[in-house]
């Protein structure tokens, strides 16, 4: 099955702008992508990086360029090759388990909801489904699926649900992955601290 | 097996206090507790409520009264009744699907992390096990397991992860619950609002 990776190169998680610098947003994001690659088997699966131009990074897959906005770009492909998996570059906590689970069911569009109403992950297994990256689009994607007669599921995995937005969700990288964003993160200073209330990031300065 | 739920009845949810009143934060953790009590099956589980006192809601299982500490609390448990599940009373997004998930390993700690770090269910089946709910707790069973040489396993559920503490937290009720929790919110008001960013909820006035 041919696996679409949407990556953004040029100007990456803007909303941890406040705790990482542009240049070191992209090295967080390459480290990010990398751990997605890593947890899909390429053996078995087409896998594909789409990426914003200019792009340099040197990477182990098929990487095609687009100046396309998401929406556009996922539902060309979903238009021309079903069925397709598009799983997001964000995800540092994915392992193979979760691509296990993701490719399992046999619904017409299989979810993977993220934290806060995005769509993380999907499989989609008949080309009359859209893609709508904009709003809270899980709950779009379940409305556009049922208005088409698709059947849906969704998947029920933390790992697949923490997309990495804000400072808090840094955190979760570094209590559950020992992967390359964890590494760029420990390499750059970073500790959980626990002010009270929910745990967030600190930054050791040396 | 036994299942506890500890249950703050009396100042519960206190982060949500700009969003709900006393009052409001007391019927929505109720209606959390009726969502979680439903998805665990009581005929074939032994299922106790431990509240803090007073308490005067009329539960369908057995309840006991408690002004100890939750860690203490549960570690009394353990001490007592192994194999033993102790499962948080503010998981509004629980099915009976994560319960079968959460019993299935056999390792001697099962561990549901929780957004943030937190323990949101776990299952120990040895006792010399102890808790320490304090602070970024996930890491610390981790750890306490390991220095007594027992096995552990991580349950990879966002059902299980959600435990709601800040409004954003609602938003997930929002959009992945129709239960008891749900319709409180809905009831109330409650709709999920997009100002850019992570979504929220906001709440309509009439």
Same mark, same amino acid.
């Given at each position: 099955m041919k696996v679409l990776i949407p990556f953004d190169?040029?100007?990456?998680?803007?909303?941890?702008s406040n705790t990482l610098t542009l240049e070191e947003r992209r090295e967080f994001s390459n480290a990010m992508l990398r751990d997605v690659l890593d947890a899909i088997p390429s053996e078995s699966l087409d896998v594909e990086v789409v990426t914003t131009e200019p792009f340099d990074l040197e990477l182990p897959v098929e990487t095609t360029k687009s100046s396309e906005p998401l929406t556009s770009v996922v539902n060309e492909y979903i238009d021309s090759t079903v069925p397709i998996a598009i799983v997001m570059? $964000?995800? @540092?906590?994915?392992?193979t388990e979760q691509i296990d689970r993701l490719l399992e069911?046999?619904?017409?569009v299989v979810l993977a909801p993220?934290?806060?109403?995005?769509?993380?992950a999907l499989v989609v297994r008949d080309d009359s489904f859209s893609v709508d990256?904009?709003?809270?689009s899980v709950r779009d994607h379940q409305r556009i699926a049922r208005n088409r007669g698709l059947s849906t599921t969704k998947i029920d995995s933390f790992r697949l649900a923490l997309?990495? $937005?804000? @400072?808090?969700?840094l955190v979760e990288v570094l209590l559950h992955s020992s992967g390359s964003a964890s590494d760029w993160l420990e390499s750059n200073g970073f500790v959980i601290a626990k002010p009270g209330g929910r745990p967030t990031v600190a930054r050791k300065t040396d």
């Open positions: 190169g040029r100007n990456p998680k803007t909303r941890l570059a $964000d995800l @540092p906590l994915l392992q069911p046999s619904a017409d993220g934290v806060g109403g995005g769509t993380n990256y904009h709003g809270v997309d990495v $937005d804000e @400072p808090a969700d």
